[in-house]
């Protein structure tokens, strides 16, 4: 879709996929915890569980809308994307939080 291959959108879904990454490598250390602290632990491993996978759903579509901004020389921020993502890290804030004064 555009000449260059190195361009913003690979870097920009490099840095999706470090996220995702980071989310999964997250779940897994909250599902690791289920035997010690119970309950606590699957709301947080569930959250960053889906987003991963949300964030694995919607790659494709983010890579071609970049790749149509840049052939059409504009280029629009992905808001919701960033606006979900800040509401995952409050959610995952509050729940340990819960966690932490709960048990």
Do not use: K, N
């Not at 840095?15 to 709301?43: E, I, N, P, Q």
């Not at 569930?46 to 790749?67: D, E, F, M, N, V």
């Amino acid at each position: 879709m555009h000449q260059d291959p190195g361009l913003q959108p690979e870097r920009t879904v490099m840095s999706w996929d470090r996220t995702l990454l980071a989310l999964f490598v997250a779940a897994a250390m909250f599902l690791r915890w289920y035997g010690t602290v119970g309950w606590a632990a699957l709301a947080p491993g569930a959250l960053c569980g889906g987003a991963a996978l949300t964030i694995h759903l919607t790659q494709r579509r983010r890579y071609r809308l970049q790749s149509e901004g840049i052939a059409r020389e504009q280029v629009e921020a992905d808001v919701y994307a960033v606006l979900w993502l800040m509401l995952l890290v409050a959610a995952l804030s509050v729940l340990g939080l819960l966690a932490i004064w709960v048990l």
